[in-house]
C-alpha cells in the first residue's frame, strides 16, 4: 500500500490526529450495575436459539453471551444539541443487550452518560426521534427531543425532560425511522405474504406515530405519474423497503427490491382532500384502491374489537385453521365490491408496481391475541383502542396453543362485518418526487439496495443526495434543488463516483470516500479535492492497540433481503465457532457489517480501512479490517475569520466552475501535509490568491517576504490540529505582523517573523519604483483568475468597508489593505488608493511597487458594474446622510456585510425618518450585488433571527428602530462592537425609548433598550405560557417557621415580605392571627363564688367552654379566607391540617377544661361541620398555580374516620381553587358510592366550582342522580339525604351560570315550590332546598333579565313573584306531575304556597336574574309595602331580602351616602305617626332595621372590593348607629328579641363594611371584629361568630393579596355565601346550607400590584399613577398610590404607571388590553421596578432628600465638583461603573500628576450617572482619547477622526432642529463643545504651519512619509474634503471667494470646512493679508 502515498504528491491534504475509537456505551454497559444479571436472564432462550442453529447448545458460560451481546451491539453518533455547552461535543447512543446509553463527549471533555436506560426485552433499536407538541392555545407546537427505544413489542420513548411513554406496537416493526413529525415505523412482512391466496386489499406496511401517546396510523403516497394525480393511496407494497429518512429537508429514500431502483419522497402531514379521499367508500367497482372491506377491516384490527379474545393465538406460520376461516370470510357478500375492485387496480407508480396481494398477513392479523394488551407490565392509557392493536405477528405465545382456533370462523366473520367502524385516519403522506431510471436488467443478481444514503453540499452550496450501493461499488449522487414551493425538490442530474464507502463531512462542504484501492479521497460535492494523507502508517496503531480484547470477533456480513442467505461469508474465530447472523438491522447504523469483495485474504498483513462510518461535524471513524477503529479528523477550510470571509466573497462573486477551482486549490495549498503552520493563513492567502490572479509574488516585495516553502514531498510528520480558541502563537505573530510593530521598527515590508527565523529581508528603498527592473513585473494574463479581478478587487473592497464597522474585526482590515491597494494601484484606480491612504496614512505610504497589465489584456477584464470610480465609502455615506445630503444606495454583499446592511438602514429609518425604510423603500439605500453564480436562494435574513414581529403603527422613530434592529438579531452585544460615532443615533434612539417604553415589548426589545426590569416582566411572562412551575425568577415565598415547637395554626404562609410592606406600622396580622387560630385551647376565666360548690364550679367551667367553643367551631371559615392561595403543597407531603381544638384552659393553675367529661350535656355532631369547615380552610391554602394531580388528592385522604369530614372539606377547597378537576373520574365515583352525607357534598360543590359555567356534561349526570327532579318520572326512588340534595341542586346552578339553560331552569323554577311528600319526605328543612333551587335558578340566568331566550312560556318573573307573596298553587306541569300527586299526611298546606319557605329563594332569583338591569317594573315588585296592615304580614327577614334584591337590581342608582339608604324605608314609617293608629313599635322598629341592613347589604356589594371611602363612612355611620341601640340592649326598651335582630342587622353591615373593604386590612373594621371576638356571651350564637369571622377573613381576603370583585357572576357566589340567616348553632342546615359560606372565594380575585426591585429581587414601595376611565358617575380621573397596593377593578382603570423620579417609568395602558396585567396579577402580581441612577428606594429615603441629583440641583457646575466618586456605590449597582469610579476617579499616588483627567474622567461619570445612561460612558471616554492623541500627533489610523466627524455631524444636526426636546438627545452637556473645540484648535493650528503640503496635496503630487503626512489624511477626513486626483473644478484657480463657493458646492465640501481652506486656495492668487478680514467676519 505504500507506493499508493505517494501516488498524487500534489493533491494530498493532511488529516489531523488519529485517535483510537471505542463506543463509550460499550465500556458503560460492561460496569453497568444491571447488565450482568439481565445476560443472566437472558442465557435460556439463547442458548436455545443457538442449538436450533445446529450449533452445540452451549447453556452455562457466559463467554458466549457476551459474544453475543457484541453482536448485537450497535451504536451511532450526533452533533450535540442538548444541553448548553458552547463547545459543540458529540453524542452517542450506543445499544446492546437490553441496554441503551445515551453518553455526551467533546474534544475538551471527556465522555460521559447523559441517560442510560435499560429494559426488558433486548433492544432492536434505538434512536433520537423530536415530537411536535401542540401547545393548548394556538398552532404553535413545541418541539421536545425524546430518545425511542425500539423492543419486539413496544417502544419505549423518554423524553429530554423527564417524561417517558410506552408505545406498544401492533404489529413487528422491522425498522423505525425518525422524522421531523415523529417515528415511521415499517412492519415486518410475514415470511408467506407472497403467496396467492384469495384476492384482497394487500394491508399498509408504513405506519406513523406523531406523539408516543398518539394512535399508530398508516400512511398513505401520492404518486407522480401523468394521469395518477388524484390517486392517493396507502402504502402497501411489501417490496418497498425504507433506506433514509431527512428532516430537514423532509424526505424519505424507499428502495424497490423487486425494480432494484430507489424513490425520494417527499414526507408530510395529510391534506384534508387526501384524507378524505382515502376514507370515503368506493361508490363504483372500480373506485378507491382501498375499497369498504379494506378499510373497515383495517380499523377493526387496529381498534381491539373486544369480542376477539380467543384463547389461543395462532403461530407465526400461520395454521390451516386461519388459512380456512379467512377464506370463510371472504365468501360473505359484504365484500363483493372490493373483490371486483381488485382487476382494476393496475399501476405505474413504482411503490405498486408489483404490489401483490397477501392475505395470510391478513390471516395474521385477523387472529389477534388479546393478552398482550392487558398485560399489566405496559403502562397503556385507556383511552384509544387503535394504538394497542395485537397481533399474532409475536413470537409464538409461551402457552403453545399451536392452531388450537376453535373460534375463529365465526371471529373472523363478525370482524369482518363491522364496517361501521371508522377507518383510522392517516397523520402523513409521502408524494413521490424523483425515482432512479430502472437498470435494463443488468446485474440483477445482485442487489443494488443504497447500504448508506446521505445529504452533502459542497462548497458552492449545491446540495446532493448520495446513496452507496455496496454491490456495484459505486456512489450515486443526485443533485437536488429547493424550488420555490418549499416541498418540492427539482432533481436535475445524477452523477457516479466509484467508491467503496463514504461519509458525509457536514461543516467542510465535503465528504469522504473510500475507493476500492483502499486510499481516503476528499469531494466537495462531485469535485475530487484530494487525497487525505493518515499521520502515521495505520500498522503502528493497530499494534498499538492489539491487546483490545474484541478483535476477534466475527465480522458479520451484510446480506441484503434480495439475495438472503446465499452470501453469509462465516470467518471462524479461535473457538471455530459459527456466528450466529444476527437478524439484518437498520442499514443506517453499521453494525459491524462490511462486504467482502475481490477476494481478500483474511491473512492480510497491513490491515487496510473496511468502512467509514459515524460522521459527526468534520470527523469520521474508520473500520479497520483488523476490527480496530481510528477516528480522523478532516481539516476545515479556513480557521482565520478574516480569510473565511474573503473566500465568501470570492466564492459569491465568481462563476461557479472558477470559484469551484479557487477553493479546490486554496483548500489543498493550505491543508498541505507538513504545511505551515495556523499564524500564516493570511499570508498564505494572498500568495494563493495573488498567484491565481497572475501576479508574480516573488517579485513584489512586499509579498515576497509571505513566500514560505511548501514542502513538495509529504512529510510524514502528523501536523498539530490548530487550536480553535485559547492562546496559540497566532496571536503573537500577528501583533508582530501589525502595522503598529512594523512602524516601530520602520520596516517598509509587511514581513510577518517566520517561526522558523527566517531572516527579514534587507530594507530597500521604497522609491525604487521607477528602477529598471520593476518592468518585468507584468501579470500573466492566463491565470485561472485574471479576468475576474476587478470583480474580485470590488467585493473586498466592500468587505473592507464591512469589516470598518466592527470593532472586533478592524484590526484585520489592516491586513486586507495592503492586498487592496496593490489591486487598485494596478487596476490604476487612483481614488481608491486615495481612500486607503486617508484611512492608514502611515501604512500605505510604505507600498510604491505597481505591476503593469497589458492594455490588450484589459479588454479580457470584466468589469463589473458596481465598480464605480468613486469609491463606496461606508463612513461618507453615513456621514452625508446625517448632513441631510442625498446620497447614491451603497453597495453591499447579501449574506456577507450584514453589518453594512444594518447601519446603513437604521440610518435611513432614524436619521432620514423613512418609515418604510426596511421594508418597500430597501434599494433606495442598498444596491444588491448579484452573484457570480446562479439566482440566489433568497438570501438568509439573519444569523440569529429572533421572534420578534415587526410592527410599525403610530410608533415613533425610535421605537421602529429598536424593534426592527431586534427583530433582526441585534442585541448589546453588537452594539458595543459598532465604532462610537455610527453607534451614536442607534444609542439615542435606545435611550429615548428607554423612557417611555411600551409594556408588551417582547423580552429581546427590553433587553436591547436595558431595562432589566421589563425583560424580567416579559420573560416571566413566556414563562406563564409554557406550563413551568411558578418558582421561576422571583417568587413571594413564606418565610419557613422560625419556631420548630409553635403548633401548626394553618396561617404560617403568609407572606411577611409583602405585608409588611403594605401594613408597614402595625402588627395587624399578628392579632388577625390570634383571632383566628383555632388549634390551642382557650382560655376559660370563671372565678369560683364562695357559695358555688366545686362540682356546679365545674359545671360553670364547662358551660362556659361551651359558649367559647361556638366561636372557635366558626373560625375556620373566616381563616379559610384569611389564608387564601397562599401556600404551594409539597407534593411528596400530605397537606397539614390544623387541629380544630376544643379544650380549655382554667387559670390559675392550668388545668384542663374538657367538654366530653360528661358534666354537662354536649349537642352530639357538634363538631361535624366545624371539622369540615377546617378542611375547607386548610385545603384553600393551596394556591391555583400549584403542582396538584390525583394522586395527591387521594394520598391525603385520613386514615381514621372521625377525619372523614375534613377530608370532605378538603375536597370542596380543591374545587374552589380549580384542582378538582385533576380528581380521575373514579376516584370521584370512589368517593360518592362510599355514602358519606359530607363528602359528596364536599366532592358535589367542589366539582361544581370548578367546573363553573362550562355546562359539562358529565358533572351534571353526577348531580342528577342526587336530585329525584332531574331524574325520568319512573326511575327508581334514591335515597340521598337530604343535605346533598341541596349540595347538588346548587351545584347545578353552578356548573350551568349564565348560561340560560331551559330544561335546568324549568325545573329548578318548580323545585322552589316543591310541596312535602306524602311518607313524611321532603318536610325537614324544606327551607334550606327552597332556597338553594331559588339560588341555583338565579346562577343558570344570571343577568339575562328580560332577555331569557325560549323561556317565554315558562313566565319566570311572575312564578318566582307568586313565590314570593303567596297565592294559589298552579298546577303541575310536565314530569312532574307523577311525584305530587298526593299530598303530604303531616304538614296541611292547602293549596296556598307557603310563603314562609319559597320566600327567600324567590326573591334572591329575582335578584340574580335581574341583576344590575336596572329593571324598574321587577323592582317595585320588590318595595317595602306602603300601609301598616300589609306590613304586618312579611317577616322582618323577608324586608331585607327584598330592599337587597331591589337595590342591586337598580344597580346604577345605589349612592354611597346615608340619605340614600333612609330612602329605601317606606314614607310611612319616616313620617309623623298619628297617634290615633294603633302602631306596634316593636314591628316598626324591626322592619326599619332590616330595611337599613338590607341597603347596606347592597352598598356592600355595590362597592365590593373597591375600598371606596365614601360607601365606608357611610357603612360605618350605621354600625356605629345600631351599636348605640345594643349597647340600651336588654333594657326593658329593647327586650331579648330586639338583641337578636339588632345582633343579625349589625352582622350584615359589618360583612358590607369588609366586603367593600376586602383585602385592605382596615383598622376601623379590624376593631369592629375583634370587638366581637371578644363578645362570648348569651345571645352571641355560632352563627353569629361565623358572620364576624368571615368579615375577618374577607377584610384580610388572602393576606392582602385578594380582594373582591364585582362581576355578575362574583355577584352571585357572594350572595350564597353571605345569606343573611346564619345557622343558630354548629348543626343547623335549616335554612342555608353551611358548606354554600365558602363560595365566597368564588368572588375573590387578586389585585395586589407588588413592586419588586429586579437588582435586588425584594418587593419595594413604588409610587403607581392610576387612570380611571370616566363614567357617567364622575370623570377620568388619576390618582396616585404608593405600591404595594390593591388595585381597583381592572375594567373601571385606563391606564397603571409607574412613576418616576425614583423608579424607571412603566406604563400599563389597559384601553388596549387587560390580559398583561391580568396575568402579572395572578402570578403574585410581581411587577419589576428597577432604581434609576442616584435614587435611593422609599424605604432608606422616605423624603428623597438624600438623592445624588438633590445635592446637584442648585448649581449644575458645583454638582460636578461636589461629586464625591466614593459615593458612587449608593446610587448604581452596575460594577462597571463601581470600578471606573474606583480606579479612574480616585487620586492616588501615582496619578497625582493626571489630576485634570482624573476631574474629567468624575464628570464624564456624574454625567452618566445623572443623564441614566451609563453605556455612554465608554463613548465619552474614547472622543477624549481621540482627542488627547489629537494633539500629541500621534494617529496611526484615521478612524478616531471620522467617528468624531460622525459624532459632531449628529450633534449638529440637532442642534439646528432646535433642543426642544432636550431630553431626547444624549450627548447634551458642555463635554462635546469642549471637544470639538480641541480638535479644531489641534487642525488649525497645524494648517497654519504646514499649508504647503496640504497645496501639493491639491495638485495631487507624491506625498512624503512622514509625520506631516499622517496629519494631513487626519486634516483631510475631519474637514470631509474630498480626493482632488481628477476633479474638474480645479479650485486652485480661484480668483475671488465667491468663485471659490460656486466650485465647491459642486465638491459637496461643507461650508465651515471651506472656510478652513479658503487662505491656502486663495493666497496663491493674492497677498494673504487683504484676505483676513472677510475670514473672520464669517467665523464669528
Sequence with gaps: MSEVVYEETATMIAAGDLQSFVPFGREHCRNHPNAFNLQLRELQPASELWSSDG??????????????????????????????????????????????????????????????????????????????????????????????????????????????????????????WATKFGLLLERKNAANDTQPNPPGEPLPTVFSILHPLDEIAPIVCKPSGPFEGSRVQYVSDSNMKIVFTCCQPSIVVSYDTVQGTHTVWALRKVTHDERSMVLRCPTEPAGTPLGLMASGFLASHLRNASHLDSPGGSGGSGGLGSA?????????????????????????????????????????????????????????????????????????????????????NSTANESMAMPEMEPIIPDLCVEQLWSEAVSAGCQREMSSQASKVFLTSDLCESHYLCFLVESHQHLRCVKFIESNDVTQLIFPSVTTIPAKDAAPLQNIDAMLVLEACGSLVIYTGITRVSKVHLPSPLSHSISLTNHLPYLSTPVETVSTPANAGSRHIHRLNEDAMPSPVSELKSLNIKQHETSFFEDFSFQQATPYILSLRDPVCNRVTLELSSGVMLRICIPEIATSELVKKCLQAIRFILPREVAMKVLVKWYNIYNAPGGPSAHAEWSQFVTCFMTLMGYNTERLAWTRHLQFEVPLSPVIAAKKARPSDGGSDEDWDYLLASHYHRQINSQPVCGSVDPNNVPVAEKEDPFSADSPSSSSMKLESSAPLFPHIPALFGVLHLLYQELQLDELHRARASSLVCLLQQLARDLQLEEYVDLYWRDYPSLISCFMERCIIDQAAIGQMHRPSFLSSDPPCVFNWLSSCLRGEASPPFPYLPGICQRTKLLVLSYALYIIGDDNAMSTNVWKYLLKLSAGQRPRVSEPNSRRQSSVKVRFSSESLAE??????????????????????????????????????????????????????????????TLAKSKASVGSGFSLVPPASSEADEEEDGMLDIIHEVTGLIWSQDLRIQEVRRLLQSS??????????????????????????????????????????????????????????????????????????????????????????????????AGLKIAP??????????????????????????????????????????????????????????????????????????????????????????????????????????????????????????????????????????????ESYSLAAGLALGMVCLGHGSNLIGMTDLNVPEQLYQYMVGGHRRAQAGASRERHKSPSYQIKEGDTINVDVTCPGATLALAMIYLKTNNRSIADW???????????????????????????????????????????????????????????????????????????????????????????????????????????????????????????????????????????????????????????????????????????????????????????????????????????????????????????????????????????????????????????????????????????????????????????????????????????LVRDGVLYVKLRAGQLPYKDDPQGWKSLLATAVSHRNSGVTAFKPEAISTFTSEPALISFAEFFCKTSEGLKSREDSLMLFSAMLYECVTQECPEMLPTYIAIEQAVGALRQGDFQQTFPLWQLRLVVELWDGRMLRGLANKHDTLLTSEFLPVMKNAVDVALDNWLKDHSSVVRSYMRGEVLSRDAQSIMLACFLVYRSIPSFRNTQANLEGCNSFADLLLRSSQLGIPLRDLLRLVPILLSSASGPQSLLFPLQAFST
Design 1080 to 1177: 390551642r385551647p382557650v382560655r376559660v376565666s370563671v372565678v369560683q363564688q364562695p357559695e358555688v360548690s366545686d362540682h356546679e364550679y365545674i359545671e360553670e367551667k364547662e358551660n362556659k367552654l361551651l359558649q367559647l367553643c361556638q366561636r372557635t367551631m366558626a373560625l375556620p371559615v373566616g381563616r379559610g379566607l384569611f389564608t387564601l392561595f397562599s401556600y404551594h403543597p409539597v407534593p411528596t407531603e400530605p397537606l397539614p391540617v390544623p387541629k380544630l381544638n376544643l379544650t380549655g384552659r382554667a387559670p390559675p393553675r392550668n388545668a384542663m377544661v374538657d367538654l366530653n367529661s360528661g358534666n354537662i350535656d354536649v349537642p352530639p355532631n357538634m363538631t361535624n361541620w366545624p371539622s369540615f369547615h377546617n378542611g375547607v380552610a
Design 1185 to 1326: 398555580a400549584s403542582q396538584v394531580d390525583s394522586a395527591w388528592i387521594a394520598y391525603n385522604k385520613p386514615k381514621s374516620p372521625e377525619l372523614a369530614n375534613e377530608y370532605a372539606g378538603f375536597l370542596m377547597a380543591l374545587g374552589l381553587n380549580g384542582h378538582l378537576t385533576k380528581l380521575a373520574t373514579l376516584n370521584i365515583h370512589d368517593y360518592l358510592t362510599k355514602g358519606h352525607e359530607m363528602t359528596s357534598i364536599g366532592l358535589l360543590l367542589g366539582v361544581s366550582s370548578a367546573k363553573l359555567g362550562t355546562m359539562d356534561m358529565s358533572i351534571t349526570r353526577l348531580l342528577s342522580i342526587h336530585i329525584p327532579a332531574l331524574l325520568p318520572p319512573t326511575s327508581t326512588e334514591l335515597d340521598v339525604p337530604h343535605n346533598v340534595q341541596v349540595a347538588a341542586v346548587i351545584g347545578i346552578g353552578l356548573v350551568y351560570q349564565g348560561t340560560g339553560h331551559r330544561h335546568n331552569a324549568e325545573v329548578l323554577l318548580s323545585e322552589i315550590g316543591r310541596p312535602p311528600g306524602p311518607e313524611m319526605e321532603y318536610c325537614t328543612d324544606r
Design 1422 to 1720: 320588590l318595595k317595602p309595602p306602603d300601609t301598616w296592615f300589609l306590613l304586618d304580614f312579611i317577616k322582618p327577614e323577608f324586608l331585607l331580602l327584598r330592599t337587597l334584591a331591589r337595590c342591586i337590581i337598580m344597580w346604577d342608582e345605589i349612592l354611597p351616602n346615608t340619605e340614600w339608604v333612609k330612602s329605601n324605608i317606606p314614607q310611612i314609617m319616616r313620617g309623623t305617626f298619628d297617634p290615633s293608629e294603633d302602631i306596634n313599635m316593636d314591628t316598626m322598629a324591626q322592619a326599619q332595621d332590616y330595611i337599613t341592613a338590607g341597603a347596606c347589604m347592597a352598598l356592600g356589594l355595590r362597592f365590593a372590593g373597591s375600598a371606596n371611602s365614601d360607601a365606608f363612612d357611610c357603612l360605618y355611620e350605621f354600625a356605629k348607629i345600631f351599636m348605640k341601640m345594643m349597647s340600651f340592649a336588654g333594657t326593658a326598651a329593647v327586650g331579648a328579641m330586639g338583641y337578636y335582630n339588632l345582633q343579625t342587622c349589625l352582622s350584615m353591615i359589618l360583612l358590607a363594611m369588609s366586603m367593600v373593604m376586602a383585602g385592605s386590612g382596615n383598622l376601623k373594621v379590624l376593631q369592629l371584629c375583634r370587638f366581637f371576638h371578644k363578645r362570648t356571651g348569651g345571645e352571641m350564637n355560632y352563627g353569629f361568630h361565623m358572620a364576624h369571622h368571615m368579615a375577618l377573613g374577607l377584610l384580610f381576603l388572602g393576606g392582602g393579596r385578594y380582594t373582591l370583585s364585582t362581576s355578575n357572576s362574583a355577584i352571585a357566589a357572594l350572595l350564597c355565601a353571605l345569606y343573611p340567616h346564619f345557622p343558630a348553632h354548629s348543626t343547623d342546615n335549616r335554612y342555608h346550607l353551611q358548606a354554600l359560606r365558602h363560595l365566597a372565594v368564588l368572588a375573590a380575585e387578586p389585585r395586589l400590584l407588588v413592586p419588586v426591585d429586579v437588582d435586588s429581587l425584594k418587593p419595594c414601595y413604588a409610587l403607581l399613577e392610576v387612570t380611571y376611565k370616566g363614567t357617567k358617575w364622575y370623570n377620568e380621573t388619576t390618582v396616585e398610590l404608593m405600591a404595594p397596593t390593591l388595585l381597583p377593578e381592572l375594567h373601571l382603570l385606563k391606564e397603571v404607571k409607574v412613576k418616576g423620579p425614583r423608579y424607571w417609568e412603566l406604563s400599563l395602558n389597559l384601553s388596549k388590553e387587560t390580559q398583561h396585567l391580568k396575568s402579572i
Design 324 to 408: 380456512a376461516g379467512i377464506s370463510s370470510a371472504f365468501s360473505s357478500p359484504l365484500h363483493y365490491s372490493a373483490l371486483h375492485s381488485h382487476p382494476s387496480r393496475i399501476m405505474t407508480s413504482s411503490p405498486g408496481v408489483h404490489s401483490r396481494v397477501h392475505s395470510p398477513s391478513i390471516s395474521n392479523m385477523a387472529a389477534l391475541r388479546w393478552d398482550r394488551a392487558h398485560s399489566p407490565g405496559m403502562a397503556a392509557p385507556s383511552f384509544s383502542g387503535a394504538s394497542r392493536f395485537n397481533t399474532s405477528f409475536h413470537s409464538p405465545s409461551p402457552r403453545g396453543h399451536h392452531g388450537s382456533l376453535p373460534s375463529l
Design 960 to 1021: 421602529q428602530l429598536v424593534v426592527w434592529l431586534t427583530s433582526q438579531g441585534f442585541t448589546l452585544k453588537d452594539l458595543e462592537s459598532v465604532p462610537f460615532g455610527v453607534a451614536l443615533p442607534i444609542r439615542e434612539a435606545i435611550y429615548q425609548c428607554r423612557e417611555q417604553p411600551s409594556s408588551d415589548w417582547p423580552e429581546e426589545v427590553c433587553l436591547l433598550i436595558g431595562r432589566q426590569d421589563l425583560t424580567k416582566q416579559a420573560h416571566k411572562m
Design 55 to 176: 450449533a452445540a447448545g452451549l447453556v452455562g458460560s457466559l463467554q458466549e453471551v457476551s459474544l453475543q451481546e457484541r453482536e448485537r451491539e450497535s451504536w451511532q453518533l450526533r452533533k450535540g444539541c442538548t444541553g448548553v455547552k458552547e463547545d459543540e461535543f458529540e453524542e452517542e447512543l450506543y445499544t446492546a443487550g437490553n441496554m441503551a446509553v445515551w453518553s455526551q463527549g467533546s474534544r475538551t471533555q471527556a465522555s460521559s452518560v447523559y441517560k442510560a436506560f435499560t429494559v426488558d426485552s433486548p433492544v432492536q433499536q434505538a434512536l433520537w426521534c423530536n415530537f411536535a407538541v401542540p401547545q393548548n392555545n394556538n398552532d404553535a407546537e413545541e418541539v421536545e427531543q425524546m430518545v425511542c427505544i425500539v423492543q419486539s413489542s413496544c417502544i419505549n420513548v423518554h423524553t429530554v425532560t423527564g417524561k417517558d411513554f410506552i408505545s406498544p406496537l401492533p404489529f413487528q416493526v422491522s425498522n423505525v
